[in-house]
């Protein structure tokens, strides 16, 4: 999928995945280069990006060594807005694939539905569709610590392997057919 | 302020004279549910999921009858239950009853769209529901 397609008030895709990365899952002050590969841009994109968020107020910078280390202001007077609307769009994967990497019995996870799909420009929920033996009620808790934090209802459904294998009804179809966000 | 007084002030629920044989009927009535959601879950699953749905919205619905008040339907009755049993979660301590809403969406996504459902949810869903009525009425 196109990041940037969940909400386009951003100047570009890039920028909103470098933002993505400074607010909301960098656990510190990170390299440019550091920060230009998580996002998947240029190094020279990258410090053309950063140089105006932080004219602008929005990341600071410190130089250790020879390195350039950049962090989000959190000081900054919308830090707390733009990390918001950062982490209900960009959030819901990488939280889903970190909260179910702690359920024990899990074989395959993945978002299917509307928010899987590119063409969707303003998916309600997510849906996400586990292949296992887990624990049912843990993947439940799982996926609302994550509904909690994106402020969208996040749905589950579980099958075991054979299920999953041999199911063939209206939704099973719907679901193998389309398209998906893997999050294993 | 308690809680029912903040879902009263919101208007999701209102204040209803006591009555216990009201309540024992619904936890009869779910342990009922629970029983044939059991005995059917294999041949019906969506069916035993919507009888232990009902069965913990019954639960619910008698504890709050219990603490002698009633959900009001003008904003969609199950918002008042949700809220009263993620709020009775902590009181009683059953965490169970925080899974009610995923209870409710999972059903609805089955009654009113495609969705259908593996043995382990029916199962969780029966497990849940037979947690959250033990947990309800206890408050009796």
């Not at chain 1, 656990?27 to 140089?51: D, F, N, Q």
């Not at chain 1, 539905?113 to 624990?135: H, M, N, Q, T, Y």
């Not at chain 2, 919205?57 to 969609?76: D, I, N």
């Not at chain 2, 999972?106 to 029916?122: C, D, H, I, L, M």
Request: proline letters at 5%; hydrophobic letters at 40%.
């Amino acid at each position: 999928m196109k990041v940037g397609t969940r909400l386009p008030l951003y100047r570009s895709p890039e920028q909103e995945r470098l933002l993505g990365e400074l607010f909301v899952f960098a656990e510190g002050p990170i390299s440019l280069s550091e920060l230009a590969r998580r996002a998947g841009t240029s190094l020279g994109g990258a410090h053309k990006e950063v140089e105006r968020l932080e004219s602008a107020g929005l990341v600071g910078s410190t130089t250790v060594g020879r390195n350039r280390l950049i962090e989000a202001d959190s000081s900054s007077p919308v830090y707390t807005e733009l990390r918001g609307l950062l982490l209900k769009t960009l959030g819901p994967e990488p939280l889903l694939r970190t909260a179910l990497a702690d359920v024990n019995g899990i074989e395959d996870a993945f978002i299917y539905g509307s928010w899987a799909d590119p063409a969707e420009k303003a998916p309600a929920d997510i849906d996400v569709l586990v292949v296992g033996d887990p624990d049912v009620g843990e993947v439940y808790d799982a996926a609302s610590a994550v509904e909690a934090k994106v402020g969208r209802p996040v749905n589950v459904t579980v099958r075991s392997p054979a299920e999953w294998e041999e199911a063939d009804g209206l939704f099973e179809r719907a679901v193998k057919t389309g398209p998906r966000i893997d999050l294993r | 302020m308690t809680t029912l007084d903040e879902l009263r002030n919101r208007g999701l629920i209102e204040v209803v004279e006591p009555d216990q044989a009201t309540a024992t009927k619904w936890f009869d009535d779910a342990g009922r549910h629970l029983e044939a959601a059991t005995k059917i879950a294999e041949l019906d699953p969506s069916g035993a999921y919507v009888l232990a749905y009902d069965a913990a919205r019954k639960s619910v619905a008698g504890a709050l009858l219990m603490s002698e008040h009633r959900v009001l339907s003008r904003h969609g009755s199950h918002q008042g239950l949700v809220q009263y049993a993620d709020a009775l979660a902590t009181q009683v301590d059953e965490p169970a009853l925080n899974r009610f809403d995923r209870l409710r969406r999972n059903r609805n996504r089955s009654e009113y769209g495609s969705q259908t459902f593996g043995k382990a949810e029916v199962k969780e869903a029966i497990d849940t529901a037979g947690a959250i009525r033990a947990a309800c009425a206890s408050l009796i």
